[in-house]
């Protein structure tokens, strides 16, 4: 985004998920990568001008193409299927989101550390037939980079650790990390410089 954009921004909506996955290990519960699923949706609504956080949202999704977590990704999320068993299905929990966070607010942008997020969000959609209701997305990690003069694109953790900042709860449920990525906005579209190597 270009300086100008940048000016119009009102609200920065940093968003991460957690989807279905496997470790290619198991055969008998294969997810593909492209009927992966959003299992979680964590959201963190920041004012642009103080970088200060307005608002959170958090729900886990019910899966429906492999409704059966693998151990992989039970393990790796600490969401269980006990946790998925009366969540709404993805129409359902991507409307809840756009009423808490977008509905009423003008210059939004959302952001996510990478284009995962973004890519998944599309792919919902698109498996379940619903628009796409998102404004424009920011990938926070390269934006990162380019605002701190870098040209190797740090994970979530590491960029946390150059700002001197420690993770806060637990690594891959959605809210925590997109709590820890708002945290970093000062570095990201603050102005506020790393120190220097």
Not at 104 to 109: E, K, S
Not at 116 to 123: E, W
Not at 125 to 143: Q, R, S, T, W
Request: proline fraction near 5%; include cysteine; charged fraction near 25%.
């Amino acid at each position: 985004m270009s300086g100008r954009e940048l000016r119009a921004v009102k609200h920065y909506l940093v968003i991460d998920l957690e989807a279905t996955t496997d470790d290619g290990d198991d055969e008998q519960h294969v997810v593909p990568r492209d009927e992966m699923e959003t299992i979680e949706i964590g959201a963190v609504l920041v004012r642009a001008s103080t970088l200060e956080v307005e608002a959170e949202f958090h729900s886990f999704v019910r899966p429906v193409r492999h409704p059966t977590l693998t151990a992989f990704c039970t393990q790796l999320t600490g969401i269980s299927q006990d946790m998925l068993a009366d969540a709404p299905v993805f129409p359902e929990a991507m409307e809840a989101l756009r009423q808490a966070m977008l509905v009423g607010r003008w210059g939004v942008v959302w952001g996510s550390w990478g284009l995962f997020d973004d890519t998944q969000l599309r792919r919902d959609c698109a498996h379940h037939g619903i628009d796409y209701p998102m404004p424009e997305h920011m990938n926070l990690k390269n934006v990162f980079s380019a605002a701190q003069g870098r040209r190797k694109r740090h994970g979530m953790s590491k960029a946390l650790r150059l700002c001197g900042l420690t993770l806060e709860g637990d690594h891959h449920r959605a809210l925590a990390d997109a709590k820890n990525i708002a945290r970093m906005l000062p570095w990201i579209v603050g102005g506020q410089r790393l120190p220097t190597p």
